[in-house]
Each structure stands twice: as structure tokens, then as C-alpha cells.
């Protein structure tokens, strides 16, 4: 079975510009959350995306916003990007069976990421 | 406000020895508790772990849960300098599907 997989692998953009980023989960997973990670904040949680719909959001501006597509692919995209926003991209899916609070929990399979340089 | 410790941030130990990674939270509801390798890029699963005193273990690597105490500890044994990489662990809050993650801790062994 094919992992996550995340396009571009690397990006670099120059402030004020803005970006999208891809992520297509393991097949039979509609659950898709992004991270950002970068070495003073570590990994921290940005949305999570199920049924085309955004269940839950991370404290992040309003520059950053996604979507999800029909066949549980994702879209993240950043406006007007930030000196700051310069990090690894990580997408990563599960198997979440439905979009109410469940009790158990499905681990979720990271993709590769996309490491974003802004200029 | 959910937050989760992981020490030592560091670690540097010879082939052969044996380590533990420590892993502290506070989360509301907690759901279960992820351990996670993270080496060039992506993240690669190891455990979940929801219920206390249950030990998962997987070849060397093994870990438990206390959530009484709110911690988790990660065992490698006979480590090989293939397992040196970022060790991350995360929770899962009640009523969310994200992931609370620890800066993790770098180990690196030495041949």
C-alpha cells in the first residue's frame, strides 16, 4: 500500500507571495491532518480535514487555510507569506471512521513533508 | 493549556547500551499517547498506547504507559546506530483528532 505522499518536496518563495501545498493519504484514509514543524517550536498541529470538511484548527493566523477534496486529498495554502512560515510541512492521514468525537483513536502515517524557504 | 515533556533533549550513548525516553503530559481527556522515529523527514509510527501498565513492544523497542503519574517511557535495548534519530512523542485530547507533540529527544549511537 502506498504511504502519504506530499507535493512539492522542497519550495522557495519570497515574502508577501503565497503557496500551496498537496497531500494525498494512504487510500481508504479520508482523515488528513498538517503540522508545522521548525526547530524552536518543534511540531505543532494546523488543521485537520475529514469528509471535506475542517473538524478541528490549531492556532495559526488566518493566512493559513486548506481544504479537502472528494477523493481525500488535501490542499494547504499560506498567504502572504512570512520570514517566519520558512518550515517543514508535514501531512499525515488516518483511518477516522467517522466525523463525531470518538472514544479510540487511529494513528495517523506522516508523508514526507515539504520544506518551504521563504526569502 | 495541553502540553507534553520529553527528556533528556538530548541523549549520545555507544552500541550496545541500553536507554530509556521519558515522556510527561497534561492534556484534558486524554485519548492515548504515540511514540514516533523521526530521522531525515517524515515521522514513522511505533507505538499507541491507551491503557496504563499495558507494555507494547516491538524487537528492542518497547514502551508503557502511567496515567496516573501522566508519563510514558520509551526502552530501546541493544541499541545500533540505526536507531539514532529524533524520538517524538505525542497525545491526543479528548474530542479532537489532532496530535500534542514534544520537541522529542535526539539520541545518537556511537559505533
Known amino acids: 500500500k502506498a504511504g502519504v505522499t506530499q507535493t512539492p518536496r522542497y519550495l522557495i518563495k519570497t515574502r508577501g507571495q503565497q503557496v500551496t501545498l498537496s497531500c494525498s493519504p494512504i487510500?481508504?484514509?479520508?482523515?488528513v491532518s498538517w503540522y508545522q514543524q521548525t526547530p524552536g517550536q518543534g511540531l505543532q498541529f494546523l488543521f485537520e480535514?475529514?469528509?471535506?470538511?475542517?473538524?478541528n484548527k490549531g492556532n495559526f493566523p488566518g493566512r493559513f487555510s486548506g481544504r479537502q477534496f472528494s477523493n481525500s486529498r488535501s490542499e494547504m495554502n499560506v498567504s502572504t507569506l512570512e520570514l517566519g512560515d520558512s518550515a517543514l510541512y508535514l501531512c499525515?492521514?488516518?483511518?477516522?471512521?467517522?466525523?463525531?468525537?470518538?472514544?479510540?483513536?487511529?494513528?495517523?502515517?506522516f508523508g514526507p513533508g515539504t520544506r518551504l524557504t521563504v526569502l | 493549556e495541553d502540553k507534553v515533556v520529553q527528556s533528556p533533549l538530548s541523549l549520545v550513548v555507544h552500541e550496545g547500551d541500553t536507554v530509556t525516553l521519558n515522556c510527561s503530559y497534561e492534556?484534558?481527556?486524554?485519548?492515548?499517547l504515540l511514540w514516533y522515529k523521526q530521522e531525515k523527514k517524515a515521522p514513522t509510527f511505533l507505538f499507541m498506547l491507551?491503557?496504563?501498565?499495558i507494555e507494547k513492544k516491538s524487537g528492542r523497542l518497547s514502551s508503557i504507559l502511567d496515567k496516573k503519574e501522566l508519563f510514558s517511557i520509551l526502552n530501546i535495548t541493544a541499541t545500533q546506530t540505526g536507531d539514532s534519530a529524533v524520538y517524538l512523542c505525542?497525545?491526543?485530547?479528548?474530542?479532537?483528532?489532532?496530535?500534542?507533540f514534544g520537541k522529542g529527544t535526539k539520541l545518537t549511537v556511537n559505533p
Open positions: 499525515a492521514s488516518s483511518l477516522r471512521l467517522s466525523g463525531g468525537i470518538s472514544s479510540s483513536y487511529n494513528e495517523q502515517f
Open positions: 487510500s481508504g484514509h479520508r482523515s
Open positions: 480535514y475529514f469528509s471535506e470538511t475542517q473538524r
Open positions: 492534556v484534558t481527556n486524554f485519548r492515548s
Open positions: 491507551t491503557s496504563s501498565g
Open positions: 505525542a497525545v491526543t485530547p479528548g474530542g479532537s483528532e489532532k496530535l500534542v
